[in-house]
């Protein structure tokens, strides 16, 4: 993951492609800082690739809330940017999980764990973002496997 961004980061400074230049490194950015956080925390390899693609994950929504928030304003200019940049960082990601296969890979985990009631939540989702990180909203995720689990 860290090869292609730093692979892409190249290709558009030799492009002289500002806007992606410019989203490149943040995402640069915010994985050295998150890298110097796990120095400090004694893991010397910095972050791993789960970890990356929950930055990446975590920055397309950041960016997707202001979005919402610049339209509202009626920045439409500045929304587009943060729109722009979305299109940048969600390169790197997986592929979103459509909510059929959001539904199969909750029934699923609830499943291997042998989850049968709601104290068995945090069980179901270490398997989810052991294995979806980057593919799924863990957000709207959490409610769905609560149904679940309140409802079996």
Same mark, same amino acid.
Request: glycine share 10%; net charge negative.
């Given at each position: 993951?860290?090869?292609? =961004? +730093? #692979? &892409? !980061?190249? $290709?558009?400074?030799?492009?002289? &492609?500002?806007? @992606?230049?410019?989203?490149?490194? !943040? =995402?640069?950015?915010?994985?050295?800082?998150r890298d110097i956080d796990a120095r400090s925390e004694?893991?010397? *390899?910095?972050?791993? /690739?789960?970890?990356?693609? &929950?930055?990446? %994950?975590?920055?397309?929504?950041q960016r997707l809330e202001s979005a919402r928030a610049? /339209?509202?304003?009626? @920045?439409?200019?500045?929304?587009?940017? *943060?729109?722009s940049e979305i299109t940048v960082i969600e390169e790197?990601?997986? @592929?979103? !999980?459509?909510?059929? *296969?959001?539904?199969? #890979?909750?029934?699923?985990? =609830?499943?291997?764990?042998?989850? /049968?009631? =709601?104290?068995?939540?945090?069980?179901?989702? %270490?398997?989810?973002?052991? @294995?979806? +990180?980057? $593919?799924?909203?863990? %957000?709207?995720? %959490?409610?769905?496997?609560?149904?679940? !689990?309140?409802?079996?």
């Amino acid at each position: 993951m860290r090869e292609k =961004i +730093t #692979a &892409a !980061l190249k $290709q558009a400074m030799r492009d002289k &492609a500002v806007d @992606r230049l410019s989203t490149l490194r !943040l =995402i640069n950015a915010a994985i050295k800082d998150r890298d110097i956080d796990a120095r400090s925390e004694g893991r010397d *390899e910095g972050v791993g /690739e789960d970890e990356v693609l &929950a930055i990446l %994950g975590k920055m397309s929504k950041q960016r997707l809330e202001s979005a919402r928030a610049y /339209e509202e304003g009626g @920045r439409i200019d500045l929304a587009e940017r *943060e729109r722009s940049e979305i299109t940048v960082i969600e390169e790197f990601l997986p @592929r979103q !999980l459509s909510e059929a *296969e959001v539904a199969e #890979a909750v029934n699923t985990a =609830i499943a291997e764990s042998g989850a /049968e009631s =709601i104290r068995d939540m945090g069980k179901v989702m %270490g398997i989810l973002k052991g @294995r979806y +990180t980057g $593919q799924m909203d863990f %957000g709207s995720v %959490g409610p769905v496997v609560k149904d679940r !689990l309140c409802a079996g």
